[in-house]
């Protein structure tokens, strides 16, 4: 046969056959505000090693599974108080347990900056899993910091995957200079999607759920947006294409699933996503549970050396001692009542108590039943002290209106013998008096560093202090829990219930 019969040949075979669409199955664990490494709401839901052992099984059934953290790992938590051979851990518990889940990416959270650069830049050091952000720059040298890149590309299967980190401007420390947003996203997503460098383009956010409403708004580009900073899980399609938008739970109470699947002939991406809760349905990996387990027993030893006995029995509730961020920045529970009484009883006399909800940083439910010392550092982490002051009345009734406007934020505020109704602000039953002085216990925080629309309380002249010597915040709960449950034995050993975790022995 003709040498050009053969090549028409040819030709019209592989024209009549085209080649057969491959679809590419891509699967993403989403997680987002992860502070406690061990089960929370009394052990209900949560737990790193549980968490594990979905990752294991996902792996399993789809080897092209990866992990993605919507920002806040380093802090707040209890455990990263501890100080451990005179330093706080500072995060460091954090980073070696996702380095022991084999963990793939993380973008920043306000709370990755808490501790300090120092501590933020040796964390970044010590991880295995790599972290991004589009907007977070080192103040020191204007650019990303060391062990960070602005997005990330990686392929599977043929298919390039962008990323790009985003985290919310506010509460960012002079060390770190955040740009702006939206901004920043539209010129990430122009420089990798339009210019034809990515076929899926993702977003991981750490900032408020319309602001990632907006990001689906405004950047058409956009294919997925995992975001965290609320606490709580949500799942909405926003914009012109429909942009998911997905936040799981805190403390990995759940995790949200997407299964990504990628047609290359015809360049469509569909996506399934659904939400995973982690409860004890999930056996504990043992590896993982054996790191978890090593950083608890440094931490509680490092209590003890801090005149605390973690594992001590504190009160016996019959209520839910409610700490969820969603409800404790809200409103009032019985929890921070508790708390408000505590401050208020720390000094005999006061006329009343304030202090600003972002100090309890538990966000779980405690319920009825036991209560440890140790639960009392998880509600309040950073401890701090309670200062008495003498304040005028037309500051405190300022104070008091700026926390009621700081509904939803770590400046809303809490307090004891204080109510507001129709008429205004009472204290004591008595309606507020501008031109009064009232003996005040105080969170010292917010006379020395401020809160959102608080920041004339600090080194304010007319506040006057009248306490000679300041009180520990998470003393004053335990004496504040004993005085209102004052049956409870403090007897551990006949008492307390053992923990799976093997704590200090």
Known sequence: MPKNKILWLICTLVFAFP??????????VQANDVYEMTPVNGGRYGGLARLQTLIKQLKSENPNTYTLLAGDLLSPSAIGTAKVNGERLNGKQMVATFNAMGWDFMTFGNHEFDNGREALVD???QAQFKVFSSNVLDTTTGLPFKNTSETVIFEVEGIKIGMVGITLRSLAKDFVTINDPMSTAQ???????????VDVLIMLTHQDLQEDVHFAEQIPEIDLILGGHEHE???LRRGANFTPIAKADANARSVYIHNLAYDTRAKSLTIDSHLQIIDSRFQEDPAVKKVVS?????AFEAFREDGFE???LVAVTDVPLDGLEANVRGGDTHLTSLVAESALSAYPGSDLSLLNAGSIRIDDILPPGDVTQYDVIRILPFGGEYSQ???PGDILEKALDAGDQN???GGFLHHANVEKGKSGWTVKGIPLDPKANYAVSIASFLIERGDTGLEFLVDNPRIKNLSGGLVDSRFALIDELQSTYPETSTDVSATSVTSDYNYAE
Not at 20 to 27: G, L, P, Q, Y
Request: proline share 2%; aromatic share 4%.
């Open 389 to 391: 002051v003498s304040m």
């Open 294 to 298: 090593a950083w608890v027993n440094k």
């Open 310 to 312: 973690p594992e001590q």
């Open 233 to 235: 899980n949500a799942y």
């Open 123 to 125: 964390s970044l050091k």
């Open 407 to 409: 509904r939803g934020k």
């Open 187 to 197: 010129k990430a997503a122009t420089q990798l999607k339009e210019k034809g460098s």
């Open 19 to 28: 080649v057969s669409a491959k679809v590419v199955n891509i699967t993403l």
